[in-house]
Structures are given as structure tokens and as C-alpha cells.
């Protein structure tokens, strides 16, 4: 049985006195969700202020992305050994957000793909559960390539990494036009995805494929995370907008621990 994981990407919200509400909030309640994993992603600044309020809760954190070198003249990167130094346990990596509106966007396919990789090595290396986001845009969801697009960048993490790697991470897939739209994918939809997600690894490594957990991601709320998460190979779910109010990422964290 693989342990559902509830992550909340704050993106770029909040204020640190919004953050203490919202960490006392979901503290309050963290007894209703025991054996599930939660994980939070805040802006960067927010950190230390995310692992104060939680270090002796099960919630843990990490961050929206990560440098791909270890260390120098980066400027405004944070590397994954800062990140290990504030005793994070996850971060994101290939955030449709981050493919799409950054410089990421001029670079040709085959090199974000590379420096996607070389984000997860370098959290790998440093302890951290990369959460690897894959998603087809709407245009290629319009014409049916949802898999080609998925396949494709599973078989570019493997080539990197081996698929042993795929051992210490999770995946979660992002369709881009369920981001932020409240056009969540139905549960038969996200099903059918995951279950072809987890099959393209099994090709490489039955094993791995069986224990990775898969998230699901794109306007999930309080109210329709049931559903989603009940289907057998949805593991959990990465929340947006959703995770910005206590109750509401407390009912989807609730949904999870049903699962179980
Ligand atoms: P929403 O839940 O706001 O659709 O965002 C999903 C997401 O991008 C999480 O990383």
C-alpha cells in the first residue's frame, strides 16, 4: 500500500502574518489526518517561518524549485544543500509554471528536459523527495497527445537517471489546463493517466512502478478530492489555490487519510 501524500504549493501568495493563520490553522487539525504524508511548499522566504510551526508535526516542507548547480555566481538560485540545511524533505521540479512563463520557455526542449534532470540529480544527491510535475498543455490535450507528452518525459527522466532513481521520488501529474482553471480532470481521466504513467516505468522496473506514488494535480479542492483520490492509482494530490486556506487543504488532506 503506498502512503498518500498531500503537497500544498503556495506558489507566490501570502505575507508571514497570512502564513502564521495559515500554519496555526492546519496545525490545529493535523491530528484528523495521522497517517498520511503532508508536505508544504511556500515562496522561499517563507521557510523558516513553515519549519518553526512544524517541526514536531508529521507536516513537513520543501521548496517550488531548485538550482540546478551546487553553489557561486547563480544569483537568485537556491541549492539544493541551502534547502537541506533547513531540514527540507521535498521539492518540486518541472513545474508547468516554470517550464512555461520562464526563460525555460526559449530554451530548446531537449535542454529544459536536461536541466530538469539535472534539478532532480542534484536533490537526489542532497537527500531531498523530488516531486517530478509532468502535464500536457491544452493545446496538446485538444488533440489527444496527452500521452506522447507524458511518455516522453518519463522516458527522458529514465534515460537520465536510471530508473533506480525513480525509487526516492514521486511524480505528479499536472495537466496545464487544470491549473488554476477549476476544470479539475475527472477522476476516470486522471485515473487512466496515472495507470499509464506507472505502466511506462513497470516497462523499466515492476518494483519501483508498484511503490511510486503518483499525484494528481489541477484544481483540486475540499469537495472533489474524494472522488480522485479513491481511483487505485491516484496517491495523493498537489494543491494549488486550495492549499491557501486551512479548512479547505484540511479536507483534502481528510480525503486522503480515507484512502487509506
Ligand atoms: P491549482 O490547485 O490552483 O489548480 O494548482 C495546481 C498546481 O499547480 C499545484 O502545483
Redo the contacts with the bound molecule.
Keep these: 500500500m503506498r502512503k498518500p501524500l498531500v503537497?500544498g504549493?503556495w506558489?507566490m501568495n501570502g505575507s508571514s502574518a497570512s502564513s502564521k493563520l495559515l500554519l496555526d490553522g492546519i496545525l490545529a487539525q493535523a491530528k484528523t489526518f495521522p497517517s498520511i504524508d503532508v508536505a508544504l511548499?511556500p515562496p522561499a522566504v517563507y521557510l523558516p517561518q513553515v519549519q518553526q510551526a512544524m517541526q514536531h508535526s508529521h507536516i513537513r516542507w520543501g521548496t517550488?524549485n531548485v538550482s540546478s548547480y551546487h553553489k557561486g555566481a547563480y544569483t537568485g538560485e537556491i541549492s539544493a544543500t541551502m534547502l537541506h540545511d533547513f531540514n527540507c524533505n521535498y521539492v518540486?521540479i518541472g513545474?508547468?509554471?516554470r517550464r512555461c512563463l520562464y526563460a525555460e520557455l526559449d530554451l530548446d526542449q531537449l535542454v529544459l528536459d536536461r536541466i530538469i534532470a539535472e534539478k532532480y540529480h542534484m536533490a537526489i544527491t542532497e537527500g531531498l523527495t523530488p516531486i517530478v510535475?509532468i502535464g500536457e498543455s491544452p493545446e496538446e490535450h485538444a488533440v489527444g497527445k496527452t500521452e506522447d507528452v507524458i511518455g516522453r518525459h518519463l522516458d527522458i527522466l529514465i534515460e537520465h537517471q536510471g530508473v533506480k532513481a525513480l525509487s526516492q521520488a514521486v511524480l505528479?501529474y499536472?495537466p496545464v489546463w487544470?491549473?488554476?482553471?477549476?476544470r479539475?480532470a475527472s477522476p476516470e481521466w486522471a485515473q487512466e493517466v496515472h495507470s499509464f504513467m506507472r505502466e511506462r516505468v513497470a516497462k523499466h522496473d515492476p518494483v519501483i512502478a508498484q511503490s511510486l506514488r503518483i499525484l494528481y494535480?489541477?484544481?483540486?479542492?475540499g469537495n472533489n478530492a474524494a472522488p480522485l483520490f479513491s481511483q487505485p492509482d491516484i496517491d495523493g494530490?498537489?494543491?494549488?489555490?486550495?492549499?491557501l486556506d486551512a479548512d479547505e487543504f484540511v479536507k483534502i488532506c481528510q480525503a486522503a487519510q480515507a484512502k487509506i
Design positions: 503537497a504549493n506558489k511548499f517550488q518540486l513545474h508547468s509554471e510535475c505528479a499536472e487544470a491549473i488554476g482553471t477549476g479539475t494535480g489541477g484544481s483540486v479542492k494530490g498537489l494543491i494549488g489555490g486550495a492549499s
